[in-house]
């Protein structure tokens, strides 16, 4: 599932749209959609979405469900994973919340401007636009593979946090950023573990090592551009 969100995209763009048979005979009721039937799914421009969409997410986040007031249930989402873009962090306080929850962040520069680069953005930017790139349209992976997976990061995550070595590892990292004046909630901390296990199966790895403990910290910890650069350095 594939939305770009704005401050004016309704909720039922996101959930389902009314039944038009239903409200002719004066019943309320979604057809189930959007969202409600994705496993995986790419929210774009996220923090313009309506204070309602951005209820609904983070409800679905936490608990993969969304509240229907009309039927007054709550109605499960069998949402896989969630990915998000937007061009900027915001910074209010009614935010804060929902960025926090946003577990691996990844700031994307735009591409260097040397004569080399610029030519194959040239090339392969117009080939992309006219639909004319050659890409392959064959899945490179199934659902099965990702429950495979998941299921693996959560033994290896749990594995983790018995691990003296490598939590001693995780409390130092956090350590030194937070002394270095980046803030990390407690929310997040707990989420290293998790992000490390998937760090060690991607690189091939059966068990993480310390190497991959900071790695997943720095994709974890910084709630900016600004604060991944220092912690970085640090």
């Given at each position: 599932f594939y939305i770009q969100l704005s401050r004016y995209t309704p909720l039922e763009e996101l959930v389902g749209v009314p039944d038009v048979a239903s409200l002719m005979r004066g019943v309320y009721r979604r057809i189930p959609g959007g969202i409600l039937d994705a496993?995986?799914?790419?929210?774009d421009e996220v923090f313009d979405a309506s204070p309602s969409v951005l209820r609904a997410v983070n409800d679905i986040i936490l608990y993969r469900r969304v509240y229907d007031p009309v039927e007054r249930r709550f109605v499960p989402v069998p949402l896989r994973a969630l990915y998000?873009?937007?061009?900027?962090?915001?910074?209010?306080?009614?935010?804060?919340?929902?960025?926090?929850?946003?577990t691996v962040?990844?700031?994307?520069?735009?591409?260097?401007r040397d004569p080399q680069t610029l030519s194959e953005l040239v090339r392969r930017g117009a080939l992309l636009?006219?639909?004319m790139h050659g890409g392959s349209a064959e899945p490179v992976a199934d659902l099965s593979l990702v429950d495979a997976a998941w299921s693996v990061v959560r033994r290896v995550a749990a594995e983790?946090?018995?691990?003296?070595?490598?939590t001693r590892a995780i409390v130092d990292c956090v350590m030194v950023?937070?002394?270095?004046?980046?803030r990390i909630s407690d929310r997040r901390i707990s989420k290293i573990p998790r992000v490390a296990?998937?760090?060690?199966?991607?690189r091939g790895m059966p068990f993480p090592s310390v190497d991959d403990v900071a790695d997943a910290v720095l994709f974890?910890?910084?709630?900016?551009?600004?604060?991944?650069?220092?912690?970085e350095e640090l």
């Open positions: 496993d995986i799914a790419m929210l998000a873009a937007s061009n900027y962090v915001p910074t209010s306080r009614e935010l804060e919340a929902f960025v926090d929850r946003m962040r990844v700031f994307v520069d735009r591409l260097p636009d006219l639909g983790i946090a018995s691990d003296g070595v490598l950023l937070e002394g270095g004046g980046i296990a998937a760090l060690a199966l991607v974890v910890a910084p709630a900016t551009r600004e604060e991944m650069e220092r912690a």
